[in-house]
C-alpha cells in the first residue's frame, strides 16, 4: 500500500500503462472470487464445527478462513476498478476503507499461516511436552494481537491526502519518499521474510519427524512431504513477486534512476504480482482443510444427505484432519501423525 487516490507518476506527464494489466487483472480477480468465496465459505462451517469441539488449530484455521473471506469481498471491487481502466467509480471514502481490509487481510492471512505452522510443529515435534499447554484462549488471544496489530499498523491509511481526485486513482504506487520506502522495507521483512522463515523452519521440523518414524507407511510419508512442500511453493508463488518489487521499489529510492522509466517499466508488474497474491486465499481452503481424506468424506456425506433429502448431522466422533490434533496432545506415538496433518 502506498497511497491513497493517488496517481502513481513522477511528474505530470507520466502515465503508467493502465491497459496492459486489464484482461489478465480481471480473468484472476474473477476466478479468485468464483473458487475462493464458496470453498472459504464452507470452510468457515467445517471449521466452526472443530471450534465446538475446543479443537485448538481450528481456531487459526476459522479466523484464516474469515479472513480470507473478507479479503475476497473486495475483489469485485478491483474487478470493476481494473476493467474501468484504473477508473475509481466509488468516494475516495470507499477507496480508504476497500484498500484497509484488503492489505490489512493480506498480512493477518500470512501471519495466521504462520501460527497453523507452529500450532502443527508444537504438537508434531513437542507432542508429550505440549500436552496441555495448547489451549483455545490462548489461540484466540494470539489471533487478536494479530488483528490488532495488524490493523493499527494499517490506520494511517485514513490520515492520507486524496491526492489527484480528478484521475480517481485508488491505491497505485505513488512517489517513493523516505517513508514510504521504510514502509516497503518493513512489508518485505515483516511480512514476507520472516513468515517464509516460520514456514520453512516449521515444515522442515515436520517432516524430519515423520520421515524418521517407524510406523508411517512410505507413501503416508510422500504425503505429508508433498504437503509441506507445496504450503512452502504456495507461499512462495503468491507472495515472493508482490515483496520483491517492494524491495525493489524501496531500493531503487536510494539510487539514481529516471523516476518515470522505472516507474511506468516496473508497473505492471507490480500490478499482476498484486493480483497474484489474492491466490492464496483461494487455495488457503483446500490446501489446509479440504486436504483432509476424512474431511472429504464428511462433505460427501453432507452432499448425499441433501440430496436424497434425508438429515444431515455431521459425527462428532469423526477424526478429520483438525480432531486429530487434540488427539495426540499427551501422546508420543508418532504413528497418528498423518492423521493431523494430512
Keep these: ?44 462451517y467445517m471449521t466452526f464445527l472443530q471450534v465446538r469441539r475446543k479443537n485448538v488449530l481450528a481456531i487459526y484455521l476459522l479466523s484464516l478462513s474469515v479472513c480470507d473471506l473478507m479479503y475476497i469481498c473486495t475483489l469485485p471491487l478491483w474487478t470493476i476498478y481494473v476493467a474501468a481502466g484504473h477508473q475509481w467509480p466509488w468516494t475516495p471514502g470507499v477507496c480508504k476503507v476497500t484498500g484497509y481490509v484488503f492489505f490489512n ?11 497453523v505452522s507452529a500450532d502443527r510443529y508444537v504438537a508434531v515435534v513437542y507432542a508429550v511436552e505440549s500436552r496441555g499447554m495448547r489451549k483455545q484462549k490462548q489461540a484466540c488471544a494470539v489471533t487478536l494481537v494479530i488483528v490488532a496489530v495488524v490493523a493499527l499498523g494499517h490506520f494511517p491509511v485514513f490520515t492520507m491526502e486524496e491526492g489527484d481526485l480528478a484521475r480517481r486513482r485508488c491505491f497505485e504506487p505513488g512517489q517513493a519518499t523516505a517513508v514510504v520506502t521504510g514502509f516497503n522495507y518493513a512489508r518485505f521483512v515483516i511480512g514476507f521474510l520472516l513468515p517464509l522463515c516460520v514456514l520453512v523452519f516449521t515444515n522442515r521440523g515436520i517432516l524430519v519427524n515423520v520421515q524418521a518414524s517407524e510406523g508411517l507407511k512410505p507413501w503416508q510419508k510422500g504425503k505429508v512431504r508433498s504437503l509441506a512442500l507445496a504450503i512452502i511453493a504456495l507461499f512462495l508463488v503468491c507472495f515472493a513477486p508482490y515483496h520483491t518489487i517492494l524491495l ?14 522505472f516507474e511506468n517499466s516496473i508497473y505492471t508488474p507490480y500490478t499482476i504480482s498484486l493480483g497474484l497474491s489474492t491466490v492464496n486465499s483461494a487455495m488457503n481452503p483446500i490446501l ?55
Design 105 to 115: 487481510n493480506m498480512y493477518i492471512s500470512i501471519f495466521l499461516l504462520c501460527c
Design 248 to 261: 525493489i521499489r524501496a531500493i531503487s529510492f536510494h539510487a539514481v534512476v529516471e523516476e518515470c522509466h
Design 288 to 342: 489446509y482443510v479440504m486436504a483432509s481424506d476424512n474431511v472429504r468424506q464428511e462433505m460427501w456425506r453432507g452432499l448425499s444427505s441433501f440430496r436424497t433429502g434425508g438429515s444431515w448431522r455431521p459425527r462428532l466422533t469423526d477424526s478429520s484432519q483438525i480432531s486429530n490434533y487434540n488427539s495426540m496432545e499427551g501422546a508420543g506415538n508418532i504413528t497418528k501423525v498423518q492423521n493431523m496433518i494430512t
Design 1 to 44: 500500500m502506498e497511497g491513497t487516490m493517488t496517481v502513481a507518476t513522477a511528474g505530470p506527464n507520466c502515465t503508467p500503462p493502465y491497459s496492459q494489466d486489464r484482461v489478465p487483472l480481471v480473468a484472476l480477480y474473477s476466478l479468485v472470487t468464483a473458487v475462493g468465496l464458496p470453498a472459504n465459505l464452507l470452510t468457515v
